[in-house]
């Protein structure tokens, strides 16, 4: 044996060749890589040995590349066996056919074999739009549910909400974690943690674990499971998920996906809190994404756009509660979804072709997202300096590196939308110090959501603001804000918005759901403290009972 800079090493003992190669000839042993930089492994169904002769292959599942095989594409095949992983050197098709329905190939018998012991370095990432829920079972009978954020063969990394603390503390014995995908194929591994890492501002703990003791049957399942996890992430590496057959572990059986993950946890007031809650587990995901160096993924961005103007069109006044309601979330995911729903029933849907009005929402739900790339440390500044200013401003050029793939969305609205809504008539705002003749109408409307809906919400530097004081401070700066959307977000959304949390003359505190046309409230829903709404509010009012508490006295700011 021989070995090489990347760890592996050559075998080249007859026995142990045929011995390796019997292993993959297993379903689900074997995947194929071409010989191309950033190919991805496909895969392929190893059906017969000849030793010192040829491999028979079945490449049904990968016809698509047929054709550059024939032509004398150079592949490898790669597999797991004895717990070890294995790879071919570089080969060649010397001829395929069809048979029974199926595309059937031969190759050279490979002399020689490389395997890599180092089983951890093979760890697959899910890709944002990939969910598999996991439950954490320990001994005692607690137990949690989360999600897998990559997979090896020797360990996971699962997502957890931080209430799972106090289950990861408390085991002196292996936990067991049970991987949830979306096909209803379960897995169950007994699993010991071994890493953690806290993440208070979204509320998880990503917790690494070591699997214990697998036998031979978990460890095939296992890396079947790897493999299929990296297929399916091909199919999302060039921005298309037609490009490739899906994975069938990520093919859902029945309209509804396997409610298992770190969401499901949470308790929303609301059933539209809840649905509004998946589009911002989309955003926290992105969030993750981008701190990795990845881009706005195009394909899930659009999807959960579609999502937004969907409940937009069902129940309004629902989502426009819905977005007080998701305190479990990242305050950046907040106040992108709060500006996304604002400014869709602002300036969207009845004033432009709905297509525009999906851009619009979806280059608001994003336009935030910036600030992830940014020290943590530095959005907890109660004072900053000029030099911290400066650093928080360039949030803005950051995203738009990252939204190279969007090709769908409309560069105009996403300019407008994004890369303008900080900026101010008289050339005060930023990234670019644009002034009034250089701002669309879109861009206008777009800052004054994105202040009413930062005003409203808790800062490091100040506490949230009432309501009126916000439209005041709106309608004394005519400089800084375009006074027509001023005054038709007012009309719009009235002198207490829905999500506003009011007191009656009879001291009653009410969550405003509902405006009548002159903007006053039409249904409220009762609650006992100063809190966020929560899923324990009281009866909803209307009309009548409505008017036995009275007149409003006050509206209280809660950050939400």
């Given at each position: 044996m021989s070995q090489q800079q990347d760890g592996y090493t050559r075998v080249e003992s007859p026995t142990e060749i045929e011995a390796l190669l019997e292993a993959l000839i297993e379903p689900g042993g074997a995947s194929l890589q071409v010989s191309t930089p950033g190919s991805k492994p496909l895969p392929v169904l190893v059906m017969e040995q000849q030793p010192g002769a040829i491999l028979v292959l079945d490449i049904s599942a990968i016809r698509e590349i047929a054709g550059e095989l024939k032509r004398g594409q150079e592949f490898r095949l790669l597999g797991q066996a004895q717990g070890k992983m294995l790879r071919t050197p570089s080969m060649a098709m010397k001829e395929c056919h069809e048979e029974d329905g199926r595309l059937v190939c031969t190759c050279q018998f490979p002399y020689s074999l490389e395997v890599l012991q180092r089983r951890e370095s093979f760890r697959a990432r899910l890709r944002l739009g990939m969910e598999v829920g996991a439950i954490l079972r320990g001994e005692e009978g607690?137990?949690?549910?989360?999600?897998?954020?990559?997979?090896?063969?020797?360990?996971?990394?699962?997502?957890?909400?931080?209430?799972?603390?106090?289950?990861?503390?408390?085991?002196?014995?292996?936990?067991?974690?049970?991987?949830?995908?979306?096909?209803?194929?379960?897995?169950?591994?007994?699993?010991?943690?071994?890493?953690?890492?806290?993440?208070?501002?979204?509320?998880?703990?990503?917790?690494?674990?070591?699997?214990?003791?697998?036998?031979?049957?978990?460890?095939?399942?296992?890396?079947?499971?790897?493999?299929?996890?990296?297929?399916?992430?091909?199919?999302?590496?060039?921005?298309?998920?037609?490009?490739?057959?899906?994975?069938?572990?990520?093919?859902?059986?029945?309209?509804?996906?396997?409610?298992?993950?770190?969401?499901?946890?949470?308790?929303?007031?609301?059933?539209?809190?809840?649905?509004?809650?998946?589009?911002?587990?989309?955003?926290?995901?992105?969030?993750?994404?981008?701190?990795?160096?990845?881009?706005?993924?195009?394909?899930?961005?659009?999807?959960?756009?579609?999502?937004?103007?969907?409940?937009?069109?069902?129940?309004?006044?629902?989502?426009?509660?819905?977005?007080?309601?998701?305190?479990?979330?990242?305050?950046?995911?907040?106040?992108?979804?709060?500006?996304?729903?604002?400014?869709?029933?602002?300036?969207?849907?009845?004033?432009?072709?709905?297509?525009?009005?999906?851009?619009?929402?979806?280059?608001?739900?994003?336009?935030?997202?910036?600030?992830?790339?940014?020290?943590?440390?530095?959005?907890?500044?109660?004072?900053?300096?000029?030099?911290?200013?400066?650093?928080?401003?360039?949030?803005?050029?950051?995203?738009?590196?990252?939204?190279?793939?969007?090709?769908?969305?409309?560069?105009?609205?996403l300019d407008s939308v994004a890369h303008n809504i900080n900026e101010r008539l008289d050339g005060s705002g930023y990234p670019r110090s644009l002034a009034a003749d250089d701002l669309h109408e879109l861009a206008r409307a777009a800052?004054?959501?994105?202040?009413?809906?930062?005003?409203?919400?808790?800062?490091?530097?100040r506490p949230a603001w009432r309501i009126d004081a916000i439209y005041r401070h709106l309608l004394s700066h005519p400089e800084h804000f375009d006074q027509r959307w001023v005054k038709r977000y007012i009309k719009q959304f009235g002198l207490y918005p829905i999500g506003s949390l009011v007191r009656f003359d009879s001291g009653q505190l009410a969550w405003v759901q509902a405006l009548d046309t002159q903007g006053r409230p039409s249904q409220v829903q009762l609650a006992d403290s100063l809190e966020p709404p929560g899923p324990t509010l009281g009866e909803i009012l209307q009309s009548t009972a409505l008017q036995r508490l009275g007149s409003i006295q006050e509206e209280l700011p809660i950050s939400v």
């Amino acid at each position: 044996m021989s070995q090489q800079q990347d760890g592996y090493t050559r075998v080249e003992s007859p026995t142990e060749i045929e011995a390796l190669l019997e292993a993959l000839i297993e379903p689900g042993g074997a995947s194929l890589q071409v010989s191309t930089p950033g190919s991805k492994p496909l895969p392929v169904l190893v059906m017969e040995q000849q030793p010192g002769a040829i491999l028979v292959l079945d490449i049904s599942a990968i016809r698509e590349i047929a054709g550059e095989l024939k032509r004398g594409q150079e592949f490898r095949l790669l597999g797991q066996a004895q717990g070890k992983m294995l790879r071919t050197p570089s080969m060649a098709m010397k001829e395929c056919h069809e048979e029974d329905g199926r595309l059937v190939c031969t190759c050279q018998f490979p002399y020689s074999l490389e395997v890599l012991q180092r089983r951890e370095s093979f760890r697959a990432r899910l890709r944002l739009g990939m969910e598999v829920g996991a439950i954490l079972r320990g001994e005692e009978g607690g137990s949690t549910q989360g999600d897998l954020k990559d997979l090896s063969l020797e360990g996971c990394q699962l997502e957890l909400p931080l209430f799972a603390g106090a289950l990861l503390a408390n085991t002196s014995q292996p936990l067991e974690v049970e991987l949830c995908f979306p096909n209803d194929t379960r897995f169950a591994v007994r699993a010991s943690p071994r890493h953690q890492e806290v993440d208070t501002d979204r509320q998880a703990i990503l917790a690494g674990f070591c699997f214990d003791h697998t036998t031979g049957e978990q460890d095939r399942q296992l890396w079947f499971f790897v493999r299929e996890i990296e297929r399916e992430s091909a199919r999302y590496a060039e921005g298309s998920e037609a490009s490739r057959l899906p994975s069938l572990l990520f093919q859902t059986r029945t309209a509804t996906p396997p409610a298992v993950g770190r969401r499901n946890t949470q308790e929303y007031p609301t059933p539209m809190a809840r649905r509004l809650a998946c589009i911002a587990g989309y955003l926290d995901a992105q969030l993750l994404e981008l701190q990795q160096g990845g881009e706005v993924d195009s394909v899930q961005l659009s999807r959960h756009a579609d999502r937004l103007l969907l409940l937009h069109d069902e129940d309004r006044d629902g989502l426009l509660f819905a977005t007080r309601c998701l305190q479990h979330e990242p305050r950046l995911v907040r106040h992108s979804l709060g500006v996304s729903v604002g400014l869709l029933d602002l300036a969207g849907l009845s004033s432009i072709p709905r297509k525009l009005s999906k851009a619009m929402a979806a280059s608001a739900m994003v336009h935030d997202l910036g600030k992830a790339l940014l020290p943590t440390e530095l959005w907890q500044v109660t004072h900053p300096d000029e030099h911290q200013h400066l650093q928080m401003q360039s949030h803005v050029e950051k995203l738009m590196r990252r939204m190279g793939r969007c090709h769908w969305l409309s560069a105009n609205i996403l300019d407008s939308v994004a890369h303008n809504i900080n900026e101010r008539l008289d050339g005060s705002g930023y990234p670019r110090s644009l002034a009034a003749d250089d701002l669309h109408e879109l861009a206008r409307a777009a800052a004054v959501v994105d202040v009413v809906d930062a005003m409203r919400r808790d800062r490091p530097d100040r506490p949230a603001w009432r309501i009126d004081a916000i439209y005041r401070h709106l309608l004394s700066h005519p400089e800084h804000f375009d006074q027509r959307w001023v005054k038709r977000y007012i009309k719009q959304f009235g002198l207490y918005p829905i999500g506003s949390l009011v007191r009656f003359d009879s001291g009653q505190l009410a969550w405003v759901q509902a405006l009548d046309t002159q903007g006053r409230p039409s249904q409220v829903q009762l609650a006992d403290s100063l809190e966020p709404p929560g899923p324990t509010l009281g009866e909803i009012l209307q009309s009548t009972a409505l008017q036995r508490l009275g007149s409003i006295q006050e509206e209280l700011p809660i950050s939400v």
